[in-house]
């Protein structure tokens, strides 16, 4: 039964007065109350995300960057992977001027020796891992019967090899922190986007492995993250490959109208931090495009080959 000594105990800033059906503070107070009540929650939400040791590959730019800069700034400990050596150096300097303990280990995620030698360096420099974050990606526009297998090859090595290989070797570290792994998918992993087969054919993938994992480790601790951010203001369409395996340089979308990696990695960030297993981003194009697949999948169908035939120099209309 819920007393008024209950209440007392439970909120000491305050004594609250009990009436029928519902409690009030004194009103001179009410502000006072909420604010302190607000803080604690704030201040412990940070103490939750401080110190951990955090794995965030495809840090150079994009989602990934933005992920660094947001761990870095809640007081984390980085473990940055990427292939190119002179961003990883350029961000290792703008995080370090900050403040932030930090190492970056060039990575290929394609590479299995280069998964473990990252995970190897994470844990010699740091002695544990509490969160993996797989975000390392690659993208593609071609319709599939223009395309070379290779690419297909290519983008599955990266988005589900990678996560697999990265995630194989950080598991045990995880597991016995009770942490957190993570992979930044795409709502190409709910539904299939024409002129992205391998895109999308590596991200349902994706799921299929971090799902299992999930179920595997229900008693383990180990939370496990799928994130589907929907379209994102990025480099990934600037860097997505053609038919041929040569990136198109250019995006075929309005990238101002999209959300930020920015706001991206805040979503995530909280996601981890409440140990959520599925964060969809965005309402069109991702929680709506979502419930659309599971009751009205040929409207979806119809509907999805209309928006992406907007898409400049598609090649299908």
Known sequence: MITRGFFNNAFPYRRFHLSPGFIDADRSYNSQYFFTFASQNIYHAILIMQNKVVIITGASSGIGLALAREFAQRGNKLVLAARSADKLQEIEEELKSQGADIITVITDVSVEADCRNMVEKAVEKF?????????????????????????LKQLMDVNFWGTVYCTKYALPYLIQSKGTVAGISSIAGYVGLPGRTGYSASKFAMHGFLEALRVENLKTGLNVLI???????????????????????????????????????????????????????????????????????????????????????????
């Open 127 to 151: 002695g544990r891992i509490d969160i993996l974050i797989n975000n390392a990606g690659l993208s593609m526009r071609a319709l599939f019967k223009d395309v070379d297998l290779s690419v």
């Open 227 to 317: 994130a589907a951010p929907g379209f994102t203001a990025s480099n990934i369409r600037k860097t997505a490959l053609t038919n041929d395996g040569s990136q198109q340089g250019e995006t075929p979308r309005k990238e101002e109208k999209m959300m930020s990696a920015s706001e991206v990695a805040k979503h995530v960030a909280h996601a981890i931090e409440k140990r959520k297993s599925t964060l969809i981003l965005t309402f069109v194009e991702g929680k709506l495009t979502v419930w659309l697949k599971k009751w009205m999948p040929d409207t979806l169908q119809k509907l999805t080959y209309k928006h992406m035939a907007k898409e400049s120099n598609s090649s299908f209309k």
